[in-house]
């Protein structure tokens, strides 16, 4: 007989399951109106903030 291989264990689930208890909150884009559709934004990054559930870390700003 052969072996499993790594995406047949994979696809059963158990350890393989994302961590979604340590994430922080989804990451949005904000409502922007025309000015900011038709031109262009200019922000402040207040800190960075790692997200377990993200690769690159979430940066908050203000407008």
Do not use: C, W
């Not at 007989?1 to 696809?11: A, D, E, S």
């Not at 399951?17 to 262009?40: I, M, Q, S, V």
């Amino acid at each position: 007989m052969g072996r499993v291989i790594r995406n047949q264990r994979k696809g059963r689930g158990s350890i393989f399951t994302a961590n979604t208890r340590l994430n922080k909150a989804p990451a949005k884009f904000r409502n922007l109106d025309y000015a900011e559709r038709h031109g262009y934004l200019r922000g402040i990054v207040r800190e960075i903030v790692h997200d377990a559930g993200k690769f690159p870390d979430a940066l908050p700003e203000n407008f």
